[in-house]
Structures are given as C-alpha cells and as structure tokens.
C-alpha cells in the first residue's frame, strides 16, 4: 500500500510524525511518502534536505485558482497510485478541503494535533468525509467525540513518537553542584506556548539558575525584551535547533519549562523526557498529564501559574537527588510508552479496521462546485483580542 502524507519537509511535529510513519509502517509493506503543492521555489533548511527524496513536491504556479491547485493535487493522488492520505488538520486548507472531493477508494485518516477550537471547527467540517481520525492525545479524542459528533468507533487516539535511539547515543552528564540548566525548547509564541511567563520565571529563581531559549518566533525581541537587565546575563539564546542537534541539547540540561496554554502532545515533552531532561509543565488535562506522572518523572502545574513552576523548579534545584530519580524514571517512560515501533502498530491497526468496515461515509464532491466549508474559513474567533483571548485559554484548562 501507499500514502500520501500532506506535509512539506520542515522542523516541527507535524513532520516528526510524517518521519515515524514512514519509518515504522514500512515494517508492514505501507509505503509512506510526503506530498505538498508549491511553486517550485520553497526550500527547506540544509539539515532537512535529505528529506527531499521520500515525498514529491508539486509545482503549482501562483497565478493558479485554488480549484485548479485542487484538481492537480486530486490527479496527483490518483496518477501516482496513492491508496490513501494522511491529512493533516490546519497543516493546508486546500489538501485539507480535497478530503471532501477526493474517490471514495482512497482511504484518508485525519490528524488532530491540537485542542482548539479552530482546529476542531476544522476537523468537523471533514469529519464525514474521512474513514478515520486519529488524535495525538486522549485529551483530542474525547473532545472530537464528546462536543464534535466524531463516532468513538472511528476516532482514536495515539500519541506521538520519537526515534529513541539518537537520544541513548546522547551521553547525559549530571552536574550537581552545577547551576541547574533550565530548558525552554520550541517556537518562541506567546499565545500557545506562554513564553512571556520565563521572565517572571526566572527572576523568582535563585541565581544558580540558568535559561536557554532554544527556538524562534513571532514573539522573539519581545520576550528578550522582558527580561530585566540584572537577569540578562543568566539567559542563553540559541536561536532555531536542527532536529539532529536536539538529542545534545537537551541531554546538557536538567529542567524542560513548558509554561503552555495549551498543547496537542508536546513533542518536545517527550524529547526531553527521553534524554533524562526533567520536565516542568503546565498541567493541561488529557495532554501533558497523560505522559507526565506528577512527582514521579516530572512536575505539573496550573496553566499560567508561574509562581507554583518557580516553586517546583526551586524545589529540583535543592533537592539533586530528587532530580536525578525523575530524570531515569524520565528516560523509562519514553522508552517504555512511546517508541516509533508502537506508534506505528496502532496506525497499521487502524488503517486495517478502516479497510475492513464499510463504513456510511458522505459521496464525494464534484470538484466543479469547489468551495470551502465554514469550519475552513476565519470565524469570530480571529477577531478577539488577543490579551482576551489568552485569558480565556487559561480559564478554559483551570476549569
């Protein structure tokens, strides 16, 4: 068999999963390979050009109309003998709008990477034209099937995985009487990942302690901004991380601050975990707190409760015993619950279900009437303010 996965070959989780598909489901004979429509001119970074060779690119001039676009990547689907894609929700809303358009013999599986609620409006708008969704927490399941009409037999929930083994290579070297090296690792936002709540963060730790902000993003010289002239020299910027330097990073520090308001997985939760990184996060239910055991490998706390993370990582500081037991149990977990190798039995499992069931999907569209459904196109929701709207996020996991 043969997928199509919607992704362009970049640095995120998005393609780490593309990455452990392509790995882990050709042990069944599923051949997995990236597709993205563009116009010939995008590049990737020199570390992902490798990459290049396990999907195809489909060169589609500007001065195309979507339907157009729509029709060339539909007769790519079927030309190049694809048996099914991988669509990623809010990755490209044209590959994910050619769901409702697309022979009812292709089989698709949807993704669901996030909890918000555009990217369940957009999930909902696909919903009946897809044979499964898959989200990457319990947390995306339960939503989808609870407050979205997804049916419980045809959504599941598998989370996320990591090639484990460029993270054992990784030599960790614990330095207890050290300053403890504090981590924030990932896009550099402040409406999802919080990252205006580090300056406070770490004024209220004791000297000893260390940042690296490893990323980039919108929000960059607003955050170094924030950090008050006695704190700058403890604070270490290494701009956006190759994915093969980060198994290195995180092994050479000892606390992961995740301060999000919300997370669809976390793949650098477990990345960290992996290399015996501790993780300090914000406690966001069905996500973080299905791969952190509170107290055990890592710590929780309230979203947006940065005096209780300061507390938590003051604690980690004292106590390096305490450090190191939850950085093994860390390294135990990942190798124990989220290997490629099952990530990929459970996506095999359900490609099986979908081609066994005859499932009561909607008849697809003709491509002459293209056009995209509301949950595809800007709601309400892109006009709120974004200071309301951050608040809102933290009320939402609070309660």
């Not at 403890?234 to 995180?250: D, I, M, N, Q």
Request: one cysteine or more.
């Amino acid at each position: 068999m043969r997928f199509a996965y919607f992704a362009l070959p970049h640095i995120g989780g998005t393609y780490s999963v593309f990455k452990q598909l392509r790995h882990g489901l050709a042990d069944f004979g599923i051949d997995v390979r990236w597709l993205a429509q563009g116009t010939g001119h995008q590049t990737v970074t020199p570390d992902l050009r490798d990459e290049m060779a396990f999907g195809t690119l489909l060169n589609m001039p500007d001065t195309l109309d979507e339907r157009t676009c729509a029709r060339c990547l539909a007769a790519a689907i079927e030309s190049r003998g694809y048996d099914g894609v991988f669509i990623n929700v809010l990755g490209d809303r044209m590959q994910m709008n050619i769901a409702r358009y697309l022979r009812e013999d292709i089989l698709r599986i949807m993704i669901v990477h996030n909890i918000t609620p555009g990217t369940y409006a957009a999930a909902t708008s696909i919903r009946d034209y897809v044979h499964a969704t898959v989200g990457v927490s319990e947390r995306c399941r339960s939503d989808l099937v609870a407050r979205h009409g997804f049916s419980p037999d045809s959504t599941f929930a598998i989370p996320n995985a990591l090639d484990r083994m460029k993270f054992a290579e990784v030599e960790r070297k614990p330095s207890p009487q050290s300053p403890l090296r504090l981590l924030f690792l990932g896009r550099v936002e402040d409406a999802s990942k919080g990252v205006l709540w580090l300056p406070p963060i770490l004024e209220g730790l004791p000297n000893t302690v260390m940042l690296t902000i490893a990323g980039d993003g919108p929000d960059l010289s607003r955050l170094k901004a924030r950090f008050s002239a006695p704190h700058n020299a403890r604070v270490f910027y290494e701009g956006a991380v190759s994915p093969h330097k980060v198994p290195e990073l995180v092994a050479h520090h000892d606390v992961l601050i995740m301060p999000s308001r919300f997370e669809g997985f976390g793949m650098t939760l477990i990345e960290a975990m992996a290399a015996g990184c501790v993780p300090v996060v914000s406690n966001i239910r069905g996500v973080t707190d299905t791969i952190v055991d509170d107290g055990q490998d890592g710590l929780l706390f309230p979203v947006g409760n940065y005096g209780q993370a300061v507390r938590l990582i003051a604690g980690l500081e004292r106590d390096r015993n305490l450090l190191a037991q939850m950085s093994a149990a860390a390294i135990r977990k990942v190798a124990e619950r989220f290997s490629s190798d099952e990530m990929a039995r459970r996506y095999h499992e359900v490609i099986g279900s979908i081609k066994a069931d005859s499932l009561d999907l909607s008849p697809p569209l003709d491509l002459n009437g293209w056009s995209m459904p509301p949950g595809l196109r800007p709601g309400l929701r892109t006009y709120i303010p974004g200071p309301l709207k951050n608040w809102l996020r933290v009320m939402r996991e609070r309660l």
